[in-house]
């Protein structure tokens, strides 16, 4: 059974870093893609990046470009998150999801239909 697992997040001062995991198990981590989406309080559900299933192709949410870094580690079945230049918009409940490819490629956000059960990211001084 597919599962994915979170972990990494916590309270950070503006400006700090935090990376965020995502363990992947029952499932082969080379068809799918990883996503990292986020929900913060009142607002709807947002994807922020997506890996495929090499290092390349990636996408990052303009909200995050330059500041955030996905990664993944196929023979671990790990996908990370490292988030730089926090800031208290980036406060939510962050997400990973998986999706199958599509063409090598990053599916459609509404494509992604297995989910972890979130951490909390929170920035704030």
């Known amino acids: 059974q597919l599962q994915l697992v979170e972990s990494g997040g916590g309270l950070v001062q503006p400006g700090g870093s935090l990376r965020l995991s995502c363990a992947a198990s029952?499932?082969?981590?080379?068809?799918?893609?990883i996503a990292w989406f986020r929900q913060a309080p009142g607002k709807e559900r947002e994807g922020v990046s997506c890996?495929?299933?090499?290092?390349?192709?990636?996408y990052y949410a303009d909200s995050v470009k330059g500041r955030f870094t996905i990664s993944r580690d196929n023979a671990k079945k790990m996908v990370y998150l490292q988030m730089n230049s926090l800031k208290p918009e980036d406060t939510a409940v962050y997400y990973c999801?998986?999706?199958?490819?599509?063409?090598?490629?990053?599916?459609?956000?509404?494509?992604?239909?297995?989910w972890g059960q979130g951490t909390q990211v929170t920035v704030s001084s």
């Open positions: 999801a998986a999706g199958l490819l599509l063409r090598n490629l990053c599916p459609p956000w509404a494509d992604f239909n297995s």
């Open positions: 029952g499932f082969t981590l080379d068809y799918y893609a």
């Open positions: 890996i495929s299933s090499s290092d390349n192709p990636t």
